[in-house]
């Protein structure tokens, strides 16, 4: 439920106008000082720190993107198995239980539908937290008056489980890189750029059909693992998992009729 600071669409655009700009900058250099172009071994050591620093990147964001799905499995798993568990509780506390847990989901599905970082994401998470306390509230009340320790003890861990992946769920969407590896990208995706300019200055005019190829892969690149970092806000999204939430309800109300 977090937003980036930068807009990755921005962050995209100015790598790759800075990108462009960068090699202009340094074939005009590399005109000036006389240089005879070819790829030193620094250039090479240049680039081979932003290929790493990429693919440590790109690992990273596509790790904790399937996390973040996982963990919408593991969240309509426990509802599920919570649901089922309250069949242990006294008959007459088990339809209000019920309606309250249909309301809990509903909540959580809000949550997560609502734009990341919004008043109607705030607040529908500040609801399900309240329901969360109801619903603690009378299903150890209820577990507790049937008078057995072992319906107690399995309703209780269920409940554990159900709210403890919710918080799981807040710091996997909290959970980014330092802002620092953002801007070291930025700038190391520049200086490249530079390098690959002043390394053209032994021909006649720069090869931008080459260099707009370059830029542009390497822009869309950091653009699909920015995107990646925040999967509520892009073109690659969590939101067919949270289908998972929404067959969890349907079901609890079907069974509910």
Not at 104 to 122: C, N, P
Not at 212 to 220: G, K, W, Y
Request: aromatic letters at 8%; glycine letters at 8%.
């Amino acid at each position: 439920m977090s937003q980036p600071l930068i807009n990755p669409w921005l962050y995209s655009a100015g790598l790759l106008l800075g990108l462009l700009a960068c090699v202009q900058l340094g074939f005009m250099l590399g005109r000036r000082q006389g240089a005879d172009g070819g790829a030193s071994a620094l250039s090479g050591a240049v680039f081979g720190l932003l290929g790493l620093l990429l693919a440590f990147s790109f690992s990273g964001a596509t790790g904790r993107f399937v996390h973040r799905r996982e963990l919408i499995t593991k969240e309509a798993n426990a509802i599920g198995t919570t649901y089922l568990r309250l069949d242990l509780l006294p008959a007459a506390r088990q339809a209000p239980l019920r309606a309250v847990m249909r309301d809990y989901v509903q909540a959580r599905l809000d949550t997560y539908r609502a734009r990341a970082g919004s008043a109607a994401a705030a607040a529908a998470y500040a609801r399900s937290v309240s329901l969360q306390q109801q619903i603690w509230t009378q299903a150890t009340t209820a577990a507790q008056e049937s008078g057995n320790t072992a319906t107690l003890s399995l309703v209780g861990s269920a409940l554990n489980e159900m709210f403890d992946i919710t918080t799981t769920r807040l710091a996997a969407a909290r959970d980014h890189p330092p802002v620092v590896i953002d801007v070291m990208l930025f700038v190391l995706a520049l200086m490249s750029a530079l390098l690959a300019g002043y390394g053209m200055a032994g021909s006649e005019r720069v090869p931008w059909f080459q260099v707009a190829v370059f830029a542009v892969a390497l822009a869309v690149t950091v653009f699909v693992i920015r995107d990646l970092e925040y999967p509520r806000l892009g073109f690659i999204r969590v939101d067919a998992s949270d289908h998972l939430l929404l067959e969890t309800l349907h079901g609890m109300k079907s069974a509910g009729q």
